[in-house]
């Protein structure tokens, strides 16, 4: 079964520095998506980035990136020029894939809260 | 382009009581998703359809849960009798075939 680790339970950055939060997995599939959502208070999911594994490049979105290393299965998210409204939980999330149902089931891991300091 | 919505936003029942919660995804997914979210903890995958049938319902409590999916579209989650433990968030999401899953803001629930 795949599963997801964030070691970080909560990680602070002052405010226009750059913050990495670590994420690993594990699986034997060699398809499959990876994710970095973003939860603030009002408890929405919102989607930062994602990173197909069969892309050896780097997502970037803005000031997010990733940093994929799929030998070592590991993704992590950085965000540059710290905001404010950066502030919230961060979720690695994992999308396997099933081809002979044709579902995605989506593992989480347990989320890295975010401060930033002003 | 609307967002998922979910109803109630937050629900507080006593042990033992039933609870209903609403989805209704974005115009056009056929695929929904219920995750339960307690304190600390990432979501959980309870139950996935791909239109209205059931692909994933391995991590729900049959024995007190229950959801559905009439007509492909709007969804229900039902807990009946609830359980102190129940106490979490409830997320649903929805996404088109092969792309990333969307969020509503999710249902609070409080067993007292």
């Known amino acids: 079964a795949q599963t997801v680790t964030q070691s970080q339970p909560e990680m602070s950055v002052q405010e226009a520095e750059t913050v990495t939060l670590s994420c690993t997995y594990d699986?034997?599939?060699?398809?499959?998506?990876l994710f970095w959502y973003k939860q603030p208070p009002s408890r929405q999911m919102i989607l930062v980035i994602r990173q197909e594994a069969y892309k050896q490049q780097n997502a970037t979105e803005n000031r997010f990136s990733v940093n994929f290393q799929k030998a070592a299965k590991s993704f992590s998210l950085k965000i540059s020029d710290s905001q404010l409204g950066d502030a919230a939980m961060y979720f690695c999330?994992?999308?396997?894939?099933?081809?002979?149902?044709?579902?995605?089931?989506?593992?989480f891991g347990t989320g890295t809260r975010l401060k930033v300091l002003a | 382009e609307a967002g998922v919505a979910q109803s109630p936003r937050y629900k507080i029942i006593e042990k033992r009581q039933s609870v209903a919660f609403w989805c209704n995804p974005i115009?056009?997914?056929?695929?929904l998703y219920w995750y339960q979210q307690i304190l600390g903890q990432g979501p959980k995958l309870l139950i996935q359809?791909?239109?209205?049938?059931?692909?994933?319902d391995s991590q729900l409590p049959k024995d007190r849960f229950s959801a559905e999916r009439l007509k492909g579209v709007d969804s229900t989650l039902k807990i009946q009798p609830a359980k102190l433990e129940d106490s979490a968030v409830y997320l649903c999401?929805?996404?088109?075939?092969?792309?990333?899953?969307?969020f509503g803001q999710g249902t609070r629930l409080t067993v007292v």
């Open positions: 999401a929805s996404s088109l075939f092969r792309e990333e899953a969307f």
């Open positions: 999330a994992y999308r396997s894939s099933s081809h002979t149902s044709g579902t995605y089931k989506y593992i």
């Open positions: 359809f791909q239109n209205n049938g059931v692909v994933d």
């Open positions: 115009s056009g997914h056929a695929t």
């Open positions: 699986t034997s599939e060699s398809d499959y998506y």
